[in-house]
């Protein structure tokens, strides 16, 4: 008898996390490993957070949180909405938890019955798949390619509906792809939607302010889906906050009040500290972030460019995040150095053993012919990284 349940057997381990324990523990084991597995900025976090932080915990902000986050916090949240993203919530519809990944699988778990479809346009970020899996959910992948920038067109969209369509979950900017969603390609999409008026759209945007494409749109904000779109957000990405473990979403009110019910049953309210510096950061004007995103910006040309170098590599140009999500199939059925490549994940395996370079295979993410690096550190350990590759894939 298996005295673990058939919900944890079933369940994936995250393989952005396991590439960058593997990565760990050959840097233990004294190898000179570059990883450019993890999502995470390479910034610190601003001061002018920190120093919120600190004052917050000389105000004695050390007892239980209300469940849904601080009334002062929802509201800078509203505020922030309707500046970067021209979002009218009001505070009830507001859920802060901890990290977006929290947010996102308290909505699974109060929208999913066993059997609901959610469509994925590929590639997603790796915890979608799983935690819809989770919740009952039957997730609908939908391919995309480097071609098309990783972005479904509205064709592909309604080819996937079904009566059994629940919801559909998408990032923009995308992980792992780093693609941009324009208002008029969110609009196509909207007017898919129109015609399916029960499917709601978890719409993930922790990236949206570390975007190169000069503008931002919400899909939110087209006419006709606000009802219907819950925003995830946080300031994880944006601000180098990824260990406060604070995200919210802003959702029709009955989604967020169930959100909370789940929540306070699960973990209650996210960390206090954290909250009150997260205030302080969502009020700030975004262009306090302009440092960091010039120089994620400088260092994707680099990558960019440094690939397009590597024969067999196909690459396009992502407007956001700080990934790249190159096509790698032109390795398959090669053998290099000895070793056979059948699918990315060979690949991957295969370049942090002979390149000491950590990334992650695509097939986590929905695409089997890619592999995604994080450029989430400085130039020179970029271009030494990409002169690995190179070689190893020479």
């Known amino acids: 008898m298996n005295a673990l349940s058939d919900r944890i057997n079933n369940l994936s381990t995250s393989q952005t996390l396991a590439m960058a324990a593997k990565a760990r523990e050959l840097k233990a084991q004294g190898k000179d490993i570059i990883s ?4 995470e900025p390479d910034f610190n976090t601003p001061d002018f957070i920190k120093e919120a932080a600190i004052q917050a915990i000389h105000d004695n902000y050390s007892t239980y949180s209300p469940v849904d986050g601080y009334a002062e916090l929802k509201e ?11 979002l009218d919530y009001k505070p009830s519809q507001i859920v802060v938890s901890t990290g977006a990944k929290q947010s996102l699988y308290n909505i699974a778990q109060v929208m999913l019955n066993d059997g609901d479809e959610v469509i994925l346009p590929a590639p997603y970020w790796v915890s979608y798949f799983e935690i819809i899996k989770l919740s009952g959910g039957i997730p609908v992948e939908v391919p995309t390619s480097v071609d098309t920038d990783f972005k479904i067109t509205p064709e592909q969209l309604e080819a996937a509906i079904t009566p059994k369509t629940k919801m559909m979950w998408f990032s923009s900017p995308c992980n792992p792809s780093g693609s941009v969603y ?3 390609e969110l609009t196509a999409l909207g007017k898919v939607l ?14 949206e302010h570390i975007n190169f494409s000069g503008t931002f749109c919400s899909i939110g904000s087209i006419p006709g889906l606000f009802e219907r779109t819950i925003t995830v957000n946080g300031v994880a990405k944006a601000f180098a906050m990824t260990g406060w473990r604070i995200g919210y979403i802003g959702a029709p009110e009955f989604i967020a009040k169930a959100c909370t019910k789940m929540q306070g049953q699960v973990t209650s309210g996210a960390n206090s500290i954290a909250q009150r510096a997260t205030i302080t950061a969502v009020d700030a004007d975004p262009s306090v972030l302009n440092d960091m995103v010039k120089a994620f910006h400088s260092r994707r040309d ?11 590599v196909k690459i396009n140009v992502p407007e956001g995040a700080f990934y790249v999500f190159p096509d790698v199939s032109s390795f398959f059925g090669k053998t290099l150095n000895g070793v056979t490549i059948n699918n990315a994940d060979d690949l991957s395996m295969y370049l942090l053993e002979h390149a000491n370079v950590a990334t992650v295979t ?5 695409n089997p012919d890619c592999i995604r690096f994080s450029y989430a550190t400085s130039e020179d350990v970029l271009t030494e990284a990409l002169k690995r590759i190179k070689e190893a894939l020479a």
């Not at 450019?36 to 999502?39: I, K, R, V, W």
């Not at 800078?76 to 021209?86: S, T």
């Not at 680099?302 to 067999?312: D, F, H, N, Q, R």
């Open 76 to 86: 800078a949240i509203c505020r922030k909405f309707k500046r970067d993203n021209n």
């Open 182 to 184: 324009s208002r008029e």
């Open 362 to 366: 695509g097939d986590a993410f929905g």
């Open 302 to 312: 680099l990558v960019v460019g440094l690939l397009k170098e590597i024969p067999g």
């Open 36 to 39: 450019l597995s993890l999502g």
């Open 194 to 207: 129109d015609k399916h008026p029960n499917i709601y759209i978890v719409s993930d945007e922790i990236y």
